[in-house]
């Protein structure tokens, strides 16, 4: 199985801060590379495919970045609303495998 | 917009079979754009592929719980269903059912809200 790896698996940030997470897979996976937000008590919600694909809906500050086996979600100014856990998942080829998750809390 | 809900028993006895069922609404199981997925996430854990079925009734599971898991469709009834099998403790998670967008940059476009399923005597 591919191997997906986080980091950092938590990150405090204020409103407005531009933030990055890091996510790394264990072999190339092109750019295979799908982004979900995950709020408490709730199902993850696709936020970014193909690695730099906005999904409908989502806003703009979000983007996506890499191929081959680094890629990067950047939030160009947290918003409130941002707070949450993002995963990382690769869709390159079954099973399908996520990364443990980055958790963005509140400074 | 489609809807999907899970239903079963919360509580499973170690050895015993885990079932759960996905609703689904406002879309057809027999569409040829999604796959059918199950997904679980244990407590402060990754999200982990269980498997998925198309609507030819194809399916595919993760090796690490093939031989434990089935995965069905009912077309009658607009719903897909997951049977585990000879569950432990190790199968305690919240247990998803999703919608997988079928293209060459597949995703998860839809989720079920999750139900949580404790394996414990």
């Known amino acids: 199985d591919i191997q997906m790896t986080q980091s950092p698996s938590s990150l405090y940030a204020a409103v407005g801060d531009r933030v990055t997470i890091t996510c790394r897979a264990s072999q190339s996976i092109s750019n295979y590379l799908n982004w979900y937000q995950q709020k408490p008590g709730k199902a993850p919600k696709i936020l970014m495919y193909a690695a730099f694909s906005l999904q409908r809906g989502v806003p703009s500050r979000f983007s996506g970045s890499g191929s081959g086996t680094d890629f990067t979600l950047t939030i160009s100014s947290l918003q409130p609303e941002d707070f949450a856990t993002y995963f990382c998942q690769q869709s390159y080829v079954i099973p399908y495998t996520s990364g443990q998750g980055t958790k963005l809390e509140i400074k | ?121």
């Open chain 2, 1 to 121: 917009q489609v809807q999907l809900q899970e239903s079963g028993p919360r509580l499973v006895k170690p050895s015993q079979t885990l079932s759960l069922t996905c609703s689904v609404s406002h879309d057809s199981v027999t569409t040829t754009a999604y796959y059918w997925t199950w997904i679980r996430q244990s407590a402060g854990k990754g999200l982990e592929w269980i498997g998925r079925i198309y609507t030819t009734g194809s399916t595919n599971y993760s090796p690490s719980l093939r031989g434990r898991v089935t995965i069905s469709v009912d077309t009658s009834k607009n719903q897909f269903s997951l049977n585990l099998s000879s569950v432990t403790a190790a199968d305690t998670a919240m247990y998803y059912c999703a919608r997988e967008f079928r293209s060459g940059y597949s995703y998860f476009a839809d989720w079920g809200q999750g139900t949580l399923v404790t394996v414990s005597s």
